[in-house]
């Protein structure tokens, strides 16, 4: 075995979660939890609050707004056909579900750039923002892959159940990413 594989190795902590993968980033002990249902593989990783206010304040966002982005739930997206025919996502379809409270649909870029607006920021640093959202909607051919933020109205260290669904030959499919926990403050 090779060292860098061997890094890798001491760098990863994973496990399986009621059919999903588990894991964490020993260096940045930020998670991901990944699952394959039919031709879809989800995969969603931790972004810690001061990630998303790097991110957002060198693309041109104030403080402020950077501070509001960042005190939503944050993940990396990333969704890959892993099947033979091509499958069609709709992130509208997609429902979280925070413990114990009925499932949410997820913000949309439409409902951000309101917030943006009504907050000031510039045209350049929104057009950056929906660029490194996740797509709205998108058709994978096989082997395609894309990925984004995704953003959850849970509190930091709290916990959903995430619902994705994509169509394929005609026919609606779901699975479930269980357990997710959001990053806390320090992740």
Known sequence: MRLS??????AWSSVSIAGAD???????????WQAESGAIQVRLTQISPDQARGFYQARGFSATAAERYAAECIFMTVVRNIGETPIQHRLADWRYEPAGQPPR?????????????RQGVNEAARIAFNW????????FAPGDWNQGMTTYS??????????????????????????????????
Request: net charge positive; aromatic share 10%; charged share 25%.
């Open 5 to 10: 594989t061997l890094t890798l190795l001491a």
């Open 22 to 32: 588990f894991s964490v980033d020993a260096e940045t002990g930020l998670a991901t």
């Open 105 to 117: 649909a997820i913000r949309s870029k439409v409902e951000w750039e309101r917030i943006w607006k």
């Open 132 to 139: 490194a959202q996740f797509p709205a909607a998108q058709t």
């Open 154 to 187: 849970v509190p930091r260290n709290g916990q959903f159940d995430l619902r994705f669904v994509w169509r394929a030959d005609g026919k609606t499919h779901s699975g479930k990413l269980e357990q997710v926990r959001c990053a806390n403050e320090t992740s």
